[in-house]
């Protein structure tokens, strides 16, 4: 017996149904019905598998057979519709009619037919399993390669549109032989966007900067980070001034790392008061100026304006990678405006997918000052290399046994 088995899929179950009967007759048995993603710009869809009637026309042996089932009828199907299949039922007098209306059997037979559902279940499972890269590639009609970095780079974090666009990308590059592959390839393009530079406490010369960003992105915490990093590692000079006058408790939390640290803490509450403040630190080799978190757009721009008071001030702009990489693409577009001088990623620790920093970072095109990666300070603030950068991204495959071994 040689079945013909097909698989339809249909934007809802009607016209599955009726594409299935079109093509396999009204006695299809219907194998499984399932509801599919539809892939990155696609509407979910309606997924049917059904089997030609005649592929399950083999005669069952039956015991007990009543008047109400003569021989010959059809045999029960182990493969019974994924939806509305009654339990125990056995005999299907024709495929899409059994879907509406099945027959009660006895019970070996019912047992036998649970038992064979559960194989057929498994093994669609089991085949789900292996070809989920595939599928991927498929919608995306993309090399098995290709479709695999394209899956490595989602489960990142990365935001699926950028992740697409990096692998088609780099396919178009591959078209020619090219050192370090696909892979290589996708690399490279994710080092033109995640740029690193001098780690902020390294900076030669007087050097002003001031941190902006969302509320509770970490800033003030980054801050205190960087000026004991530059007291600790770099023997600098520094000094710290804040505009965050609008938090109450900010003034108290900036003059309490200046106090453990030793360096001055001045609070400004308007243009003036920071151009002096800053006169009044002159000796430092280092000014940080931290901002106020505030949610709403002009409010983040008044601030930013107000720090430019400081003469050749950078704004490193925070933004969290905890929060995902939606969130970190409308953070990078309500900011843009702005013109940050450099990005630094914080919370990387909280991140469940720290590849999602990509879309801050193609959205505004800066260096990468530093991460921050915890709560501690200083230990957990870092500057990445160029390679780190992109791992945040796509790390090295795991290595597999095979590949120990060699
Ligand atoms: N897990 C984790 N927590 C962090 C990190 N950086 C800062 N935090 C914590 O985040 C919270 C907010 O930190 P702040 O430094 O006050 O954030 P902020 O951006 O200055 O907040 P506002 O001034 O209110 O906008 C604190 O509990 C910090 O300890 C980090 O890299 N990882
Ligand atoms: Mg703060």
Not at 2 to 29: E, H, M, N, Y
Request: charged share 25%; aromatic share 2%.
């Amino acid at each position: 017996m040689s079945a013909t088995v097909r698989t339809f899929r249909a934007p809802d179950s009607t016209a599955a149904l009726a594409a299935v009967k079109a093509a396999l007759g009204p006695d299809a048995i219907l194998i499984s019905t399932r509801t599919v993603q539809g892939g990155l710009f696609r509407r979910p869809e309606v997924e049917v598998t059904a089997a030609a009637g005649d592929a399950l026309e083999a005669p069952v042996p039956r015991r007990g057979d009543g008047p109400s089932s003569p021989r010959g009828d059809r045999a029960p199907s182990a493969t019974a519709p994924a939806a509305g299949d009654g339990q125990g039922e056995g005999r299907r007098p024709s495929g899409l009619a059994a879907y509406a209306a099945p027959r009660p059997v006895d019970d070996a037979l019912a047992s036998e037919v649970q038992l064979l559902r559960r194989s057929v279940e498994e093994t669609r499972r089991a085949l789900a399993t292996v070809t989920r890269e595939a599928r991927a590639g498929r919608e995306l009609e993309i090399p098995p390669a290709a479709a695999a970095l394209h899956a490595r780079l989602i489960a990142r974090g990365v935001e699926p549109v950028l992740a697409e666009e990096l692998v088609r990308q780099a396919l178009q590059l591959t078209a020619s032989p090219r050192a370090g592959g696909l892979e290589g390839a996708v690399r490279d393009l994710l080092g033109e966007r995640l740029v690193p530079c001098r780690a902020p406490w390294l900076h030669d010369g007087r050097h002003a900067l001031a941190l902006i960003g969302p509320t509770g992105v970490g800033k003030t915490t980054t801050l205190a980070k960087i000026a004991a990093r530059a007291l600790l590692e770099a023997k600098k000079k520094v000094a710290l001034l804040t505009v965050d006058t609008y938090r109450i408790g900010a003034c108290d939390q900036l003059a309490r790392y200046g106090e453990i640290m030793g360096i001055p803490a001045l609070v400004a509450r308007d243009r003036g008061e920071l151009v002096q403040a800053y006169e009044r630190v002159k000796d430092a080799d280092l000014v940080l100026v931290d901002t106020a978190g505030r949610s709403s757009p002009e409010d983040v721009a008044r601030q930013a304006e107000l720090v430019r008071a400081i003469p050749k001030v950078q704004l490193h702009l925070v933004v969290s990678a905890a929060t995902g990489a939606l969130e970190l693409s409308a953070v990078a577009e309500r900011y843009r405006d702005l013109r940050p001088d450099r990005l630094l990623f914080s919370k990387l620790d909280e991140a469940a997918g720290p590849g999602a920093v990509l879309s801050a970072a193609v959205r505004i095109p800066r260096p990468v000052s530093c991460v921050a990666d915890g709560q501690r300070v200083p230990e957990d603030l870092h500057a990445l290399g160029a390679a780190e950068l992109v791992d945040l991204a796509l790390p090295p495959a795991p290595r597999t046994p095979q590949h120990e071994g060699a």
